[in-house]
């Protein structure tokens, strides 16, 4: 007699479709799918597409056929939801593996990272493709000048950007000079880079002369970027110091520079270091300004303060777009898709980086 | 007797208050010059090709005849990106904001910012040798079928190298900004209003439909419009994957040009005039990015007063 009562479905359950019903639909959605798509040709991407599609169609019109059309509404949305992020991955497995299938035989090419193009010629990769040599030439010049540019803009824009955030948070006090600061700011955040770099070439030609490229302009055109990326991150830190702290230190007959420097940034350091970081990495894969700043250079050039010079962003941009052999591109794409991973593994490390730095070096917060 | 090196400066106390308030307030004096600069140095440097007598700008008939096509291939592109991207980042910022699993959220939404760490070259790169090729036969169809509206007109172009192609590039790219921002926004939503919903029986679609959405309208509207600035300027998606050409109605075939691209691609070869048209092409990109960063800030500061969200 109990079993009967058990197999009986609660009044609070009722007209609610079971628990695992998006799993049954999931399996009919992926079968039906499989089976479309054997009709028209298979492809993993397809089967994807379709099943998706099913599932949603069926689940929603069974919870609508159940439970009603709110709930099917319901359904619908979170479909859609998930769906959405689903989409948003899709371009990011994309770019990731391609980059990985491209650039791995570039990378692991003797040489790549530690010679130059200089002296490369179209003949060395007619000769590549033709009769199966080695392709030449690397990555080391470029790799050398991103590290040089980005290091003088790191260089220009860390003191300029930590002092405007003190400024703003221990001596604005909401002045219409600090509202001004804050709001020009978040403007300069969103300053095209391409803009940034004929700022830097425009302000350039003007002192020095027409058609000066080095890479202390392209520094230059990094640091319009990099310096409200440095200010707002800065600034959120600084406001978390607890004012506890610089009362105390007030309290003790302690200046107020000497509380900023001694009290306020020591405790802050760990969140603007991180900040910095992050900055380093947004503008180290910048193209445009570079490309506009510092010409192409295919040798390996020491001064930033003279002569053209090669950025790991721009060496893949003129590999793809003027390959040092036009009638044989490959040898040219090879070695454009392993800076590209060389370009984002630093991305990469740097946001690692800038996480793990956030960490370590956190204030010890507690007792 | 020993000193508290944090005391023991008396002497130079006031001169270095002085220096350091001193030197805080002219490094955001700075970036204030910096900006008026860049406005500035842009204005003289474009206004020799303002000036130009027309036959000598690109193209023979002066310079807003020259200007005119890029600006609205630009703004064709920057719609196409938002169009494609708005949808899916505030389908993204709920899902890790509502829906996902609480553990989760945290690093689902790191992983949506790595797509705002991959460098744009390498978008770029990716559009013109992977996305161009799939994309090619779904733009065929396009012609073949939705031919009769003007902007699916065919032929379709072979290497699959269109404005639509950059501007799907573009979506990819301005999808993380849109996303983070609406995210954040999101997560504001009151609380109460909520639980408020959901008390009264609400499904979950509906209490994000009557409580966070209108909530975070302003919000939505201000990431959209930052979006927007990005895709306004952003540069190598275009310059590596667009056919430029002429400016054309039809998204898929090879045509139009954005301002961006036409720079990045001509001012490395550029001399004499050439030179100045391009930044004059520079600045107006610059004044419309202006323009649309600025009513993005003015709503959200104008949302921060209203809600006391903070």
């Known amino acids: 007699m109990s079993a009967t009562v058990v197999r009986k479905r609660s009044a609070l359950t009722k007209g609610q479709l079971p628990k695992f019903a998006p799993y049954i639909v999931l399996a009919v959605a992926l079968i039906v799918g499989a089976a479309i798509l054997a009709l028209i040709g298979f492809n993993a991407f397809g089967w994807g597409i379709v099943s998706a599609i099913l599932f949603a169609v069926g689940l929603v019109s069974w919870s609508g056929a159940v439970e009603g059309a709110r709930k099917a509404k319901d359904k619908l949305a979170t479909c859609l939801v998930v769906g959405a992020f689903l989409v948003a991955l899709l371009p990011l497995i994309s770019v ?22 200089n002296g490369v010629t179209g003949a060395y990769d007619n000769k590549a493709v033709e009769e199966g040599a080695p392709v030449l030439g690397g990555i080391y010049h470029a790799l050398l000048g991103t590290i040089q540019i980005t290091l003088l803009a790191t260089v220009i824009s860390v003191p300029v950007g930590l002092l405007t955030s003190i400024y703003l948070v221990e001596y604005g006090n909401d002045r219409p000079l600090a509202r001004a600061i804050t709001f020009f700011v978040d403007v300069m ?54 004012n506890e702290l610089r009362e105390a230190s007030y309290a003790l007959g302690v200046r107020k520079w000497r509380t900023i420097t001694k009290v306020v940034i ?21 193209t445009a300004p570079i490309l506009v700043t510092a010409g192409f250079a295919t040798t390996i050039n020491n001064n930033v303060f003279g002569g053209w010079m090669a950025s790991l962003p721009t060496f893949i941009y003129t590999q793809i777009l003027n390959p040092t052999s036009p009638s044989n591109p490959e040898p040219s794409d090879q070695r454009a898709w392993g800076a590209a991973l060389v370009l984002i593994i630093l991305v990469m490390l740097l946001n690692l980086g800038a996480r793990l730095i956030a960490r370590l070096f956190a204030p010890k917060t507690g007792r | 007797m020993t000193t508290n090196s944090l005391t023991t400066s008396q002497g130079a106390g006031r001169a270095g208050d002085k220096v350091f308030s001193g030197a ?36 023979g008939n002066g310079f807003f005849a020259y200007i005119a096509p890029i600006v609205v291939g630009t703004l064709i592109a920057a719609v196409i990106a938002l169009v494609i991207a708005t949808p899916v980042a505030i389908g993204v910022a709920l899902f890790i904001s509502h829906y996902a ?19 744009s070259v390498v978008y770029g790169a990716w559009g013109a040798a ?27 172009s072979a290497t ?22 609406s995210r954040e926004i999101f997560l504001q939503t009151p609380k ?42 952003e540069t190598m998606a275009v310059a590596l994957v667009l056919s430029s050409g002429v400016l054309t109605a039809s998204l898929i075939q090879s045509g139009n040009q954005t301002i961006a691209a036409e720079i990045a691609l001509n001012f490395p070869e550029a001399s004499g005039l050439k030179v100045n048209t391009l930044i004059a092409a520079g600045l107006v990109l610059f004044v419309i990015t202006l323009g649309v960063n600025m009513i993005a800030r003015w709503i959200i500061t104008r949302h921060k007063e209203f809600s006391g969200a903070n």
């Open chain 1, 96 to 117: 990731i593996f391609t980059v990985l299938v491209n650039g791995i035989p570039g990378l692991i090419t003797p040489g790549f990272l530690g010679t130059s193009m």
């Open chain 1, 189 to 242: 955040t969103g300053i095209p880079s391409i803009v940034a770099g004929l700022f830097a070439a425009a302000f350039f030609f003007a002192i020095v002369g027409p058609g000066t490229k080095t890479g202390a302009v392209a520094a230059v055109a990094l640091s319009v970027l990099m310096i409200p990326v440095v200010v707002r991150s800065s600034e959120e830190m600084l406001k978390i110091v607890p």
């Open chain 1, 266 to 286: 020591p405790t802050a350091i760990s969140g603007i270091a991180s900040g910095v970081t992050l900055a380093i990495a947004r503008v180290i894969g910048e």
């Open chain 2, 24 to 59: 805080a307030m002219a490094a955001g004096c700075l970036i204030l010059a910096v900006l008026f600069g860049v406005a500035l140095f842009l204005v003289v440097q474009a206004i020799p090709a303002l000036t130009a007598p027309a036959e000598d700008i690109q193209g």
């Open chain 2, 101 to 119: 699993p609480r553990r989760l959220a945290a690093g689902l939404g790191y992983v949506v910012d790595l797509l705002a760490a991959i460098p």
């Open chain 2, 130 to 156: 992977f996305l161009a090729k799939e994309i090619s036969p779904a733009y065929d169809w396009l012609a073949t079928y939705l031919g009769w509206i003007p902007i699916f007109e065919g032929p379709a």
């Open chain 2, 160 to 181: 699959g190298k269109t404005i639509l192609t950059a501007g799907i590039v573009l979506s990819v790219m301005v999808l993380p900004i849109i996303t983070s921002l």
């Open chain 2, 192 to 233: 109460l209003h909520e639980e408020a919903a959901l008390a009264l029986g609400a499904t979950r679609w509906e209490m994000i439909k009557m409580a966070v959405l209108p909530f975070g309208r302003p919000g939505i509207i201000s990431a959209i419009m930052l979006g927007l600035g990005r895709a306004l300027g």
